[in-house]
């Protein structure tokens, strides 16, 4: 009986070794495990052995049974079901994955802050809901002035009625940074502002601007045109083309406008055109006695431009509301 149990396990193992998928491991284990399979039919065999020889043949049963089962339980790991359907072709093209960027409008930002700061301006923020004190009052709009109108502000409704509107300008945050520290002051300050316009070429109901403040002693005009004229060299390249023209703001006295030469789209055809980018002057001394900071000693310029605007100017976009449209056919150019 010794040689047959020999050749069972033999057999037993070569044959599991030929066993590949779930469906050939569960006839597997029938024909050698089951209860009629042919490791218990060795055990029955055992029987009719020769009482002197039963020690011998039955150890050797033992050994021949555990080998058998525990290379099983190793198949049972490993063997797994293979995937049905049609086999896969990995010599097929893949479909590209799109890449994401940064929005036209983020590189825009980043940029004007990488420039601001090696400029010396520190990142400031505010909110953009705001109370009136900040968006008007504290710079120089008094409750008389008409563009405190309901048809020129998006202000809340319900309990707060009339009292917080979103951010017209970001010149709230120049007063927001006096607040909060004293002179000598240099900040930038990048967010959304909201105006009830018509959308067209140039404008949008949602913005964003960028705001500069520098207070110190002596700060002149010419601090502020040199500083603008900095900055749209160094972010605009070397040709680039700025003139101030006087206007008004009431934050600031005396007031300039800033424009740049860009090209525009007029029903389809591009042309050069001087576009105001923005607003700047001197801060006006009611601004700085609002906030606590004697007009005396300080002196200060401010400025706030459309970064829409230089957006348009930097890349050659000649319709605003196609920064807000998400057409990725136009994000992807930049
Ligand atoms: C202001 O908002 C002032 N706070 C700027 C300022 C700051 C002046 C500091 C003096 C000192 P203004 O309303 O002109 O100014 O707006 C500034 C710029 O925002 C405009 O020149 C323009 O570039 C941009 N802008 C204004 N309205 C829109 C609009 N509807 N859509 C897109 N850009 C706009």
């Known amino acids: 009986m010794l040689p047959d149990l020999d050749a069972m396990e033999r057999d037993a193992l070569a044959e599991l070794r030929t066993v590949v998928d779930p469906a050939a491991l569960e006839a597997y284990r029938v024909r050698w495990l089951g209860t ?8 029955d065999a055992l029987k009719s052995v020769p009482k002197e020889q039963k020690p011998a043949v039955g150890k050797r049963m033992n050994e021949v049974k555990s080998a058998i089962e525990g290379a099983f339980a190793a198949a049972k790991l490993t063997v797994v079901a293979l995937p049905t359907g049609p086999a896969v072709d990995v010599t097929e093209p893949g479909f590209a994955v799109g890449e994401g960027a940064r929005h036209v409008l983020t590189k825009t930002i980043d940029e004007i802050v990488d420039v601001l700061g090696r400029m010396g301006f520190a990142v400031a923020d505010g909110p953009e809901l705001e109370d009136e004190w900040h968006n008007f009052n504290a710079l120089n709009i008094p409750d008389t002035h008409p563009a405190r109108g309901p048809a020129d502000n998006f202000f ?28 000598p002051l240099k900040i930038c300050a990048i967010g959304r502002v909201y105006r009830p316009d018509a959308h067209d070429a140039t404008h949008y109901s949602m913005f964003h601007q960028v705001e500069g ?15 603008l004229v900095q900055f749209a060299k160094a972010f605009f390249g070397e040709e680039a083309e700025i003139r101030l023209r006087p206007s008004f703001f009431p934050f600031t006295e005396p007031s300039a406008e800033l424009d740049m030469k860009m090209r525009v789209m007029r029903n389809g055809v591009p042309e050069w055109r001087w576009i105001e980018l923005g607003g700047c002057g001197m801060v006006d001394p009611n601004v700085f006695k609002a906030v606590g900071v004697d007009p005396e000693e300080w002196t200060g310029f401010a400025f706030g431009l459309g970064i829409e605007r230089v957006a348009m100017r930097k890349y050659g976009i000649g319709d605003i509301r196609l920064l807000f449209e998400n057409d990725a056919r136009f994000l992807r150019q930049f």
């Open 156 to 183: 809340l409704g319900g309990e707060v009625a009339g009292k917080l509107l979103l951010r017209t300008q970001t010149s709230t945050v120049q007063i927001r940074a006096m607040e909060a520290a004293k002179p």
């Open 213 to 227: 403040l520098f207070v110190d002693r002596h700060v002149s005009m010419v601090d502020l045109k040199s500083t």
């Open 36 to 43: 009629n399979g042919r490791l218990r039919g060795a055990l």
